[in-house]
């Protein structure tokens, strides 16, 4: 394979020269530029795109980075990644993923190595050391989640505390006063994870305002733990006339453990959630949820970061706000 070097001993220059036309930083003769075409032409010379996005001081990458915690990634969950994709395309950008728990350091070396030239970060802690280094480096970032400290940041967010608080005031207009509650586990609790810190807080709001009498089990963002967290609850509670989840794919574990208890849903226990549309759509019934936006936020956020990069540094916050959409899966309790 031809070689820069290769290119400007054919072309009877400097092998400076040639890094000089294919950057355009610098002007050269045109005899000189209408030697290294030549030459190029001969030896099929490519120019690497490292070299180029090196010398341009651009790589044209966005990194988005989501740091896998207990959730499955299957495609429901990912859908957002080929909605960005094809947004940063359209503005002459590509997209790299990262799903690894990522050092400050780490994610500073994206940018110090030209990866990528800007960030969507996302699963935000409360206390998040990532962001409170990317924060002081003036790098364009864009944060899908809040922590406790916010200034000089932009964000997309959800109103998860809302959301909480809304499943509980549909639950208890019903007529429900025995409610089991999928919790997030202690784990994430004590990473003092941003959304899960917001759904307590509508919790805790909801208990105050309704005082049902409540029965916890923490159960992981997967299926098989939230099938696992329902059966517990049944055994501890038989008279639950309702169960709460808090995150994407539990509804669906716990439909699946109601199911095999006998308990229909919603004629002996309703079932409602905090998802997105489409997992909700997909249970047999229709479960009634708090959807979460999460494509629609993405596509925020690398729309506010695209904005960055054309010189916006003015700090800009959107929250989605919180909607329950009654659907098939909840109704008054048995013998309400």
Known sequence: MATIKDVAHRAGVAPSTVSYALSGKRSI??????????????????PSVLGRQLANSRSNMIGLVFPVRDMELESETLAFLPITANLLHKHGYGLSLFTGQMTPEQLLNLYRNNTVDGLILMQINRQDARVDI????????????????????????????????LLFEHLHRL?????????HTAAVHNDKFGYAWLVRQGFKRA??????????????DTIEGSYAATQKL???????????????YTPVGAQ???????????????????????IAKMTTPQLTSADIPLNDMVRTGAELLLEQLNGNLAVQRVIFPAALVVRESTAIPPNG
């Open 256 to 278: 699946r453990a109601l199911n095999e208890r006998g308990r229909r849903v919603p004629e002996d226990c309703s079932l409602i959630g905090i998802t997105s549309s489409t």
């Open 175 to 183: 007529g429900h006063r025995t409610i089991g509650y999928l919790d």
């Open 134 to 165: 990317l924060r002081n480096k003036n790098y364009p970032l864009t944060l899908i989640g809040r922590c406790n400290d916010m200034r000089g940041l932009t964000h997309v967010d959800f109103d998860a505390a809302h959301a909480a608080y």
């Open 29 to 46: 003769s045109k005899e000189a530029r209408e030697r290294i075409a030549s030459a190029i032409d001969e030896l099929n010379f490519t």
């Open 207 to 220: 208990m105050k305002a309704f005082a049902p009498t409540v029965v916890h089990e923490p159960a992981t």
């Open 234 to 248: 049944l055994q501890r509670e038989p008279g639950i006339t309702a169960v709460v989840t808090h995150a994407r």
